[in-house]
């Protein structure tokens, strides 16, 4: 998979993008990346690009010249998905992470300042992406979130695929509880099934605290999944065991609408 990065700071992005998971992946050939930074593209000796907005106002903006001379020296592609981070798109999830890792080729545009001028982003920008309702001074960390969470989806960038594929989102449902050694701590024992050696025991103890977590921290997940009947048992012998060990129901009503949906 090839990524580009459109960012004046492409150090930034690079240095991110050099560690652990993502770092071995691009070693390992499993992904590109590039930086291409618009500063190149200025037509000027200071390598201007930004004015200030038509109508007045604080702020400096992008513009498009630069930008979009920087998106065509990557020269021609039917393929290319074209993503401008920032604060007005689409919330990213771990759906669109899994959309972009079967992708060919991604284009990942930084803005800065009061942002891009809009006929860049009408021209060029395929989908606006958003990490969440706050704003950032510019898109390269943002750039780095969707990197790091993508490229871990490709094939070989993660030890063990699994990994990937039980992790929270994955399957609609939060990640199961985990643990390592030693048995016993100060703090409390493993769980007696996990070290059962009964593998079909231990996968069904999983997915009933998936669901149970679920239930706990996100019961907006699980109002969107259709349970099985074997998903519903788990789930309400978990709400039980909750019940019976006295512990209270966070203040969501929609823990309380699934309780009785069972
Ligand atoms: C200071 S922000 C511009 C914000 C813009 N004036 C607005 O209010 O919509 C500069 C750049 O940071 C990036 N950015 C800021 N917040 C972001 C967010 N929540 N998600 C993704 N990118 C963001 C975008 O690339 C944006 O062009």
Redesign the pocket.
């Known amino acids: 998979m090839d990524i580009a990065v459109i960012t004046i700071f492409p150090d930034f992005v690079l240095q991110t993008c050099s560690i652990g998971v993502t770092g071995r992946a691009f070693e390992k050939d499993i992904a590109r990346l590039r930086c291409i930074n618009p500063r190149d593209f200025s037509g000027d000796e200071r390598g201007t690009v930004d004015d200030r907005p038509f109508g007045g106002g604080p702020g400096m903006v992008m513009k498009v010249d630069p930008l979009r001379s920087a998106l065509d020296s990557l020269g021609p592609s039917s393929s290319r998905l074209v993503v401008y981070?920032?604060?007005?798109?689409r919330t990213l999830r771990q759906a669109d992470l899994i959309q972009y890792s079967q992708l060919s080729e991604l284009v990942l545009i930084?803005?800065?300042?009061?942002?891009?001028d809009q006929r860049f982003i009408d021209c060029c920008v395929d989908e606006e992406?958003?990490?969440?309702d706050?704003?950032?001074?510019?898109?390269e960390l943002?750039a780095a979130i969707v990197i790091d969470g993508l490229v871990r989806l490709l094939p070989g960038a993660l030890g063990k695929q699994a990994s990937a594929d039980e992790d929270s989102f994955m399957a609609g449902l939060l990640d199961h509880p985990h643990f390592t050694r030693p048995e016993h701590q100060a703090e409390g024992d493993v769980p007696d099934v996990l070290l059962s050696g009964d593998h079909a025991k231990v996968a069904q103890w999983r997915r009933q605290q998936a669901l149970g977590a679920t239930w706990l921290k996100r019961p907006d997940l699980l109002a969107r999944m259709t349970l099985t009947d074997i998903d519903r048992t788990l789930l309400a012998q978990f709400i039980e065991k909750y019940a019976r060990e006295g512990k209270k129901v966070g203040a969501n009503s929609l823990n309380n609408d699934i309780m009785v949906g069972l």
Do not use: M
């Not at 930084?110 to 891009?116: D, F, P, W």
């Not at 706050?134 to 898109?139: A, H, K, P, R, Y």
């Open positions: 981070l920032s604060p007005q798109g930084c803005g800065r300042y009061e942002g891009v992406l958003s990490l969440g706050f704003v950032l001074s510019g898109g943002a």
